[in-house]
């Protein structure tokens, strides 16, 4: 079952003296359950394709859907709710409010829905305890590590179960053990609950954990790899070979 489909996206800014392509043309989908890696060069692309898929920022040309709905012709105050309700963001620098606790922090999502509060605590209690921050409910972002900020900010994208989840380079910020934490959490979340999962990383050892990666050079989609049954090993192989193809990618 294809969750989302993107077709003919084209992203420019700028104006007709000073104008700057960065999208030309990129059809992309992604099934249900799958966990899509992006990559590619710096300024190829890959962040504003993500940009875009997420609603974030509006495409120039062409349309995407995401569990059959065009959002790229909403209305803002539609698509504000549209994102609320059906998307999910794990962002690099966390996006933590420093007033609230990891729980208040987790449930937020929660606060404009109709869900009860019992059905709210029991959804945190199996998120928190599937990340494993459940101890760290009632600390603030300031109290805890960097890596339990960024698992406390994927269990608030997680907790009102969206139809798909983008990560912007979600370890980016962290170290390598925090990092590989974080990774095998996701990857055991997209597995279980059959999460959707897009993330755009740099880092070949996180693509690694995907179940496809699709590379983007100057706009344009060059090459995707599936990982099929490949041991993460081997896969991480395939990536590092299509990155030296690609002329190396730069954080």
Known sequence: MVILEASNIYKTYGNKLNRQEVLKGIDLKVRKGEFVGIMGPSGSGKTTLLNVLSSIDRVSQGTIDIEGQTFTSMKEKALAEFRKRHL??????????????????????LSITDISRREAHLRFEEVAGELGISELKDKYPSEISGGQKQRTSAARAFIHQPGIIFADEPTGALDSKSASDLLNKLSEMNQKRQATIVMVTHDPIAASFCSRVVFIRDG????????????????????????????????
């Not at 620098?93 to 449930?107: G, I």
């Not at 395939?238 to 030296?244: A, E, L, M, N, R």
């Open 220 to 251: 344009q989609i060059y090459t995707q790899l599936e990982k099929g049954t490949e041991t993460r090993q081997s896969f991480l192989g395939d990536i590092i070979k299509t990155q030296g193809v690609l002329g190396g990618v730069q954080p």
């Open 88 to 109: 999910g963001f794990i962002f690099q620098d966390y996006n933590l409010l420093d007033t609230l606790t990891v729980k208040e922090n987790v449930l937020l999502p």
